[in-house]
Every structure is written in structure tokens, then in C-alpha cells.
């Protein structure tokens, strides 16, 4: 058996673009062998449904169940992983993948702790999740991956089609403080019934995890013990997928799933990095965000942002520094992190 070179965890696994990361790294890729998948997945079906997929991979992997919106239960999982790592059972991360996300069109629904659901799926437990797994990762050459989205930049092309940034008030979205986009205050289904709502709270939390690149960067890299990890994100593009799951049979299966296979069939055909794109070619970037060296990543890919295979600047919003040292503020308040709870020197 080939020694393991290290490890990398994805959340979100049983996603389409989770399934299509998976798809290219264990049954496609060279790297399938030298290292072992953690995928998280929200409920055992899916899991069942994933690991039956993969039982003829040859790779060696495990799937966990973790649900983002749950902060008690992302510290156990957490301390339960660091453990394993430190123990030697398993090798250290190579990569964290923060794939998981949650989109609500026509209802809006809360966390337990009282945040929106998409801004605890898509932000929030991906930060407590990093934030604590930094001291199991490769010190040497790990990488955090953001899986962001056009959807994060209100001034973005891609968005003129469903129009949700149209209208001037929605086009700021973060303002002095997080709690609006935290508690679900800003863009409600009363502000607007349509579905922009609901995708304009997407985009929200889209926003704050692609602000956490430059802001964890920049701390990771005052940190004498973890300055070779980088955070990186990647978006990669709009896909044919699932997550419109709870926009009713027209949204989800019509045009979430058959529109948007055809859209990223043909688009194909004229250029490599389309707007919509196949859950292969997402999938290929993505692997190459999380693994490869390559002239546009290099060995240490610091506090980039790329669409595709294309690097690209992030929103005006996510650079601007006053309003992600104050996401980072706000964000150590939502969940009570202690000194303990990271490897992160600068932390505060």
C-alpha cells in the first residue's frame, strides 16, 4: 500500500459539485493513491449513497457526518479530527475544502443560535471549522480552499440575469456591522417575496467567506508556525446542482438540473471557462485549487482568488479591510472562540 502523504477534508461530499471534486480526485487523479478523503456529508442517507460510489475506488477515505449550522457540533467534530491527526492515526490535512452551502428561495429559516441558515452553512461554521483544524494541517504546504461564487460580487455580470442586485440598496451588501447578514435582517422574504431574496442572502454569506481569504491570510502569515498554509478560493461557476433544491420541482429539476446541463453543454463549445460549466470542468478546478503547483497557483497560492482556472480579483467589498477585520470581529463574538480553540497566534 502506497504511503499516505497526507489528508484532505470536503464538506458538502454528497453535493454535485462535492461528488464531482470526489469523482476526478479518487477515480481520476494520480494523487487518488498518496492520500486519504475525510467527506462530510449533513445526513447518513447521503452518506450511504457516496460511499457505495466509491467502493471500488481503491482510495482510502471516510465519510463523517457534521452539520455547518451547528456550532457545539463542529467543536466536537473538530477536536475529534485534531485528535485523530495528532495521534498519527490519520496524516495531516493537506487541504480543507469549504464546499458545503445552503440556499433558501421562498422561506427563510434560522439556526438554533438564531443566525440564517445560509450564512451559518456557507460562513460561519466554515470559519469555526478552520480556525480549529489549523493545527492539523500540512505546516509546510496547506492549503484552505473557499469555494466561492459570482454571486458574492453584486457587481458582477453574472448576476444581471436573475436581476437580484438590480435595484441601487441592494448593491452594498455588507455595511458597519455583520449582524443584519448574521441574523437574516437584511434581505428578508418580507423585503421581497420573489426568490432574489433568498439568493441575495446566498450571496451574503458567499460574501463573507470569500472576505475571510485576505483577512485569515494575512494573520495565518504572521504566524511563525503556520505561515506556509494558504487560503485560496476558487469559483466554479454556475453548475448544473442541487442546491436550488428548495426552490420547488421547476427550479430544482427544470432549470437547477436540465436547463443548466444544456446551458453548460453549449457554452462549452465556445469557451473553456464559461459562466455555467459542467460539474467535470468545475471539478478539475477545484482539484487544482486544492493540490496542484502550477504557473498560475505556484507552490503557495496566498490569498488568491480565481474563477475557474482563471485568476481573477475578488468583490471591491471582500478587499476592503475595514469590513473584514470587522467580519472577523463580529464573527469571534458568534462563536465564542478561545485562545484553546485555534493554533492561530493572532487570533483576535
Known amino acids: 500500500m502506497t504511503k499516505l502523504k ?11 459539485l462535492g461528488r464531482a471534486l470526489i469523482t476526478q480526485f479518487a477515480l481520476k487523479s494520480e494523487h487518488a493513491a498518496s492520500y486519504h478523503g475525510i467527506y462530510t456529508v449533513r445526513n447518513e442517507a447521503t452518506a450511504k449513497l457516496l460511499r457505495d460510489s466509491l467502493k471500488e475506488s481503491g482510495h482510502s477515505f ?28 490519520i496524516p495531516p490535512l493537506r487541504s480543507l475544502v469549504l464546499n458545503a452551502a445552503y440556499l433558501e428561495l421562498f422561506k427563510q429559516t434560522w ?40 454571486v458574492h460580487d453584486t457587481e458582477s455580470n453574472h448576476n444581471a440575469v436573475g436581476g437580484q442586485y438590480r435595484d441601487l440598496k ?35 454569506a458567499k ?8 483577512e485569515l491570510q494575512r494573520r495565518i502569515d504572521l504566524d511563525k508556525a503556520l505561515h506556509n498554509i494558504s ?21 430544482h429539476v427544470f432549470i437547477g438540473h436540465f436547463v443548466m446541463a444544456i446551458l453548460a453543454f453549449v457554452l462549452s463549445l465556445f469557451s473553456s471557462n464559461a459562466g455555467v460549466r459542467t460539474n467535470t470542468k468545475s471539478g478539475k478546478d477545484m482539484l487544482a485549487v486544492m493540490l496542484e503547483c502550477n504557473p498560475t497557483l505556484g507552490d503557495r497560492p496566498k490569498g488568491l482568488y480565481l474563477n475557474g482556472n482563471e485568476m481573477v480579483p475578488m468583490s471591491e467589498e471582500a478587499r476592503d479591510e475595514r469590513k473584514t477585520r470587522t467580519l472577523w470581529k463580529d464573527t469571534l463574538r458568534y462563536t465564542g472562540l478561545r485562545s484553546n480553540d485555534t493554533a492561530l497566534m493572532h487570533w483576535q
Not at 439556526?111 to 489549523?134: I, K, P, R, V
Request: one cysteine or more.
Open 6 to 16: 497526507g489528508s484532505y477534508l470536503l464538506t458538502g461530499a454528497n453535493g454535485d
Open 62 to 89: 471516510e465519510i463523517l457526518l457534521l452539520d455547518l449550522t451547528q456550532l457545539s457540533e463542529i467543536r466536537r467534530f473538530a477536536k475529534q479530527l485534531d485528535a485523530r491527526i495528532k495521534s498519527g492515526q
Open 111 to 150: 439556526t438554533e443560535d438564531g443566525f440564517d441558515m445560509s450564512f451559518a452553512s456557507a460562513y460561519l461554521g466554515h470559519w469555526l471549522l478552520t480556525l480549529m483544524l489549523l493545527g492539523s494541517m500540512d505546516r509546510s504546504a496547506g492549503r484552505v480552499v473557499v469555494v466561492g461564487s459570482a
Open 170 to 204: 441592494w448593491r452594498k451588501i455588507f455595511h458597519d456591522s455583520t449582524d443584519p447578514l448574521a441574523r437574516g435582517t437584511w434581505s428578508t422574504n418580507e423585503d421581497d417575496s420573489s426568490f432574489r431574496s433568498g439568493y441575495r442572502r446566498y450571496g451574503a
Open 207 to 214: 460574501l463573507c467567506q470569500v472576505m475571510m481569504i485576505p
Open 231 to 251: 487560503v485560496v478560493g476558487v469559483d466554479p461557476g454556475a453548475t448544473p446542482s442541487g442546491i436550488t433544491r428548495r426552490g420547488g420541482w421547476i427550479v
